[in-house]
């Protein structure tokens, strides 16, 4: 299986493996979810991520938009500790390094807002 990954990243714009996106992203180990909505634009919470639940990584690194505007609620922050599952919350420049220096270590995930 050919984890993702993440060639570049720019305000609005992402390139995974070759494939070009203008909107958020979920990463998951066998597959790219185009398009990713959340319940609230700037708040994340356990049912915005559902898949990622179900696919159980070890690490979820969250890219918080080019500014960090994203913000990671307690709840979900609850939520993914309950599964086992380590949060790693970063502006998205920073995610998306974050996420390909782990990806071929560790089970990862990542769900990447691109904009604000």
Known sequence: MK???????RFGHIVIDGQSYTR???????RVIPN???KEGHALYPEDLAAVFEAAPEVLVVGQGKPGRLRVNLETERALHAAGIELVALPTEKACHAYNE???????????HLTC
């Open 102 to 112: 782990r990806r071929e270590r560790q089970s990862v995930a990542a769900a990447l």
């Open 24 to 30: 958020d992203v979920i990463l998951l180990a066998d």
């Open 36 to 38: 990713w909505w959340r």
């Open 3 to 9: 984890v993702p990954q993440i060639e570049s990243y």
